[in-house]
């Protein structure tokens, strides 16, 4: 009970804020708050005095609550004054607020000032900031409530209650930025990404009372959700440099690296500083720790994998992200009872996505073939089936089987949704073949696309890219103008950004090469804006630009710039199962320029990886791998 002085008639407030504060707190986050009825029942204190410090103490181990408040009312003229504090089950104070009512007829708006100030100040995240401003820019306690609600469960991984909690606050005050904000966040990681573009774009639109500091952060998230990584980056790298503390900042830098570094010619890993100030400033973050955790798979980590997957086991046992997670460690430490069952369970609509990650992050090409297969199987839906026939492909092509790959591909027009998807695909591998192709084969597949062009003007590129390769100019550069004047539906034009006219460079970089104007080549491909979503990049293979990120490493490695062909190349790794028929060939240029730059165990280290991947190659494909093996041999007599 809170201690009141004043006039008589105020009294009520002793217990009176008992039952109102119990209210306003209970639920908020991860709180619950102690029957007020039963807590009053146990303690009698009279009403100007306040509770003995050992006595809350005793009574919240009664209750075996882990926190007490306690406070005080003072009355003057009319005028409430009302201060309460939070205290830890030690004893030591935690939180205060204070808050004023400048008549009995504010006492109602005081209490939910007054709670405001106390949940804000709870938050002991790196996030807290954010959290403690939310406090200040909603009226609404209903509304923050359920932003911290929200936040809480975001922090968990809980991705689809947390969009539902932030979808709640925005309900109860429509003018909510930050939430908003956290809304577009959870958007991302449930999956639903049209929310996600949305809900920034109000952020921005509800920006006025918040400062200039958190208004970049605002502009900078609508900027990356406009697909634009490049510029997103520099936003945040901006923030950052006047205020590196900003938690939000490196986490959403650390999101544009991974998704949006590889287009631009970085690796994944470039990611891992960011994630890991983010774990400094907030240590049981799910998302950020799921994103190290594909990492350390990446780089082969496998005991520093198992510690934080078991970490991620601790905190949140029974959520999909931990469960991807653990069979990632499963797979790339070769658990095979934790496989086994992996592979017994019924397939879901998220099996392609570990497919992906399997053969990606955890080098497990055998495992990721034997779950792309069960998505391949006749009983499974339509969309399930091309996921899996294009997955194995791919992965077929990583391990230079052509004519296998050729074989799954073929079987993907069989099904009703495909409407000419195999044929793209087997196009665009086709036209950026590591390997030459015969012209006849070539020149067919080009008609049978042509004769059939499947939507979204994705045929045109392919189209493009199979006459650059036949020596046919003209048709390769009027594809390319056809791609300038493509209008995507309007449902699409956001999503897909500058997806046309990137293709139409790429077209035109292919023809140039191949006419031998390789300066030219290379300044088309710089030319793009790669504004593009990045889901789309993964699920629309021609959409992901490893052909072009090859084609920029073999140009540079011709020119001498070894260290910028070697960042191109390793763009390769860590991005989607549609680039991995190129992580071979980057493998063995990596090699070759490391040979090159006098650095033997590199060398060695990426000739292995070109012959390991490609060992069981087809036949025609195998003096390839005998010149690579006998690099092998020279740099490391030891290997036999």
Do not use: C
């Not at 939180?95 to 002991?124: K, P």
């Not at 990404?193 to 921005?204: C, K, L």
């Not at 503390?245 to 998704?259: K, N, P, R, T, Y």
């Amino acid at each position: 009970p809170f201690s009141v002085r004043g006039g008589e008639e105020y009294a009520y407030l002793h217990e009176g804020l008992v039952d109102l504060l119990s209210t306003k707190l209970d639920g908020a986050g991860d709180l619950q708050t102690v029957d007020p009825q039963a807590l009053l029942n146990a303690i009698e204190v009279a009403v100007d005095e306040p509770i003995d410090p050992e006595a809350a103490r005793r009574v919240a181990r009664r209750f075996g609550a882990g926190r007490y408040l306690t406070g005080s009312v003072v009355e003057a003229g009319g005028r409430i004054s009302v201060r309460a504090s939070i205290y830890a089950g030690d004893g030591d104070a935690e939180i205060t607020a204070e808050a004023i009512a400048e008549s009995e007829a504010e006492v109602f708006a005081m209490v939910d000032d007054l709670a405001r100030q106390l949940l804000a100040g709870g938050d002991e995240q790196g996030s807290a900031r954010l959290t403690q401003l939310a406090a200040l820019t909603t009226d609404s306690l209903p509304a923050l409530k359920a932003f911290l609600e929200g936040t809480a469960l975001f922090r968990d991984g809980e991705m689809e209650d947390a969009v539902a909690a932030f979808e709640r606050a925005v309900a109860i005050d429509t003018t909510f930025a930050l939430a908003y904000y956290r809304l577009s966040i959870a958007h991302e990681w449930s999956g639903t990404f049209e929310g996600m573009r949305g809900s920034a774009e109000r952020a921005v639109q509800f920006n006025e009372r918040l400062s200039e500091r958190d208004r970049r952060l605002l502009e900078a998230l609508r900027t990356w959700r406009q697909a634009d990584g490049l510029t997103a980056e520099r936003l945040y790298r901006e923030i950052i440099l006047m205020y590196p503390g900003e938690v939000e900042a490196w986490s959403q830098l650390s999101e544009v690296i991974f998704h949006y570094g590889p287009p631009n010619g970085r690796s994944v890993r470039y990611a891992r500083e960011p994630i890991e100030r983010v774990l400094e400033l907030e240590p049981d973050q799910v998302p950020a720790m799921y994103h190290l955790i594909r990492l350390d798979a990446l780089d082969r980590d496998t005991a520093v994998l198992r510690e934080r997957v078991e970490r991620l086991l601790q905190l949140r046992p029974d959520q999909e992200l931990v469960d991807e997670a653990h069979a990632l460690h499963a797979f790339a430490a070769g658990d095979s009872a934790t496989i086994g069952r992996i592979m017994s369970e019924p397939v879901r609509a998220s099996t392609p996505f570990l497919a992906d990650v399997v053969a990606v992050f955890a080098h497990d090409l055998d495992g990721a073939l034997a779950i792309a297969a069960r998505l391949a199987d006749p009983q499974q839906p339509g969309y399930l089936r091309i996921a899996g026939l294009r997955t194995r492909a791919s992965i077929l092509l990583s391990r230079g089987q052509w004519q296998a790959a050729v074989e799954e591909l073929e079987q993907v027009d069989s099904v009703a949704e495909a409407d000419g998807t195999g044929s793209l695909l087997l196009g665009l591998r086709v036209a950026t073949a590591f390997v030459e192709r015969p012209d006849d084969e070539v020149r067919t597949l080009r008609d049978r696309i042509a004769g059939n062009r499947p939507p979204l003007q994705l045929a045109e590129y392919i189209l493009g890219l199979l006459s650059a390769r036949l020596g046919d100019q003209s048709s390769a550069l009027a594809y390319a103008d056809d791609l300038d004047d493509v209008e995507f539906p309007p449902q699409l034009a956001s999503e897909l950004g500058s997806a046309a006219p990137d293709m139409a460079l790429s077209v035109r970089a292919r023809a140039a090469y191949a006419r031998g104007d390789h300066r030219l080549a290379l300044e088309f491909i710089q030319n793009q804006k790669h504004q593009v979503d990045y889901q789309l990049r993964r699920e629309f293979v021609p959409l992901s630009r490893a052909y072009d990120r090859y084609l920029v490493g073999t140009i540079l490695q011709e020119q001498g710039s070894y260290e910028e062909a070697l960042g191109w190349y390793e763009s390769i790794e860590g991005h989607s199962v549609g680039d991995l028929p190129f992580l071979a060939p980057s493998h063995l240029r990596r090699a070759e320029i490391y040979e090159e730059l006098g650095d033997p165990a590199r060398a060695a280290f990426h000739y292995a990886e070109f012959v390991n991947l490609w060992v069981d190659a087809d036949a025609d494909h195998q003096p390839m791998v005998e010149t690579a093996r006998d690099r092998l041999r020279a740099l490391m007599p030891d290997t036999g």
